[in-house]
């Protein structure tokens, strides 16, 4: 086993612009969801992809977009960076019911 | 009001003492998690719990799905057992609704 990967650990950007994020899920798992961390708060969910296809979205703006490829890996997309993204953003994966849920460490996004 | 609760919000305890951390959670769910948070982000899953009672060394997690609450035991608790613990409800679809966490400090 692989573990979820997230590139890259840490990444400042400054508003305005448009970043993107990655994750590679563990080996077996279709299903990979994104969340949001403030400093000192519990993550929020942003959105779930399933087989390629958005399965799930939470109470994000549109200019949070994501993909999953056919190898199961992600990205996390957002345009137009605001002052408020900055956050740790957390990919996990897992395999179809919730089973086997493996969180990566982490992107710390700092918009400046 | 939050869809999870979690209490304590803060917790300092004495190497060695027995902890407990509470979840109460207001939603349907098909499974609830029990997460460990160290210092840097990254998340470790320790437990998923949908009835009963699980067991892994001195970590034991519960949950009493008609009164939606659910709780984590430290058994001997020690220094390294620091971290931050999150209690995190499984919607249908898959979906996790996380609690706000509890900090955890086990002081030698």
């Known amino acids: 086993e692989t573990g979820v990967t997230q590139s890259p650990t840490h990444l400042i950007k400054t508003r305005g612009q448009q970043v993107t994020l990655r994750c590679s899920s563990q080996?077996?798992?279709?299903?990979v969801s994104w969340y949001q961390q403030a400093l000192g708060q519990g993550p929020q969910f942003i959105f779930q992809?399933?087989?390629?296809?958005?399965?799930g979205r939470g109470n994000f703006p549109p200019r949070f977009s994501g993909l999953q490829f056919p190898n199961y890996s992600s990205e996390l997309n957002v345009n137009a960076l605001e002052l408020d993204d900055s956050a740790l953003y957390l990919c996990?994966?897992?395999?179809?019911?919730?089973?086997?849920?493996?969180f990566g460490s982490g992107t710390r996004l700092t918009v400046v | 009001k939050n869809e999870v609760e979690q209490s304590p919000q803060n917790l300092t305890a004495q190497e060695g003492e027995f902890i407990t951390i509470n979840c109460s959670y207001s939603v349907g769910i098909s499974a609830l998690h029990w997460l460990q948070q160290h210092p840097g982000g990254g998340i470790v899953s320790l437990f998923m719990l949908s009835s009963g009672k699980k067991k892994h060394g001195r970590l034991i997690a519960t949950i009493n799905i008609q009164e939606k609450h659910s709780s984590l035991h430290i058994t001997a608790s020690h220094p390294r057992d620091s971290a931050v613990y999150i209690c995190?409800?499984?919607?249908?679809?898959?979906?996790?609704?996380f609690g706000a966490g509890t900090i955890l400090r086990v002081k030698s």
């Open positions: 996990a994966s897992s395999l179809t019911g919730g089973y086997g849920y493996t």
């Open positions: 080996s077996g798992h279709n299903t």
């Open positions: 992809y399933y087989r390629e296809e958005e399965n």
């Open positions: 995190a409800v499984m919607e249908y679809g898959n979906k996790l609704v």
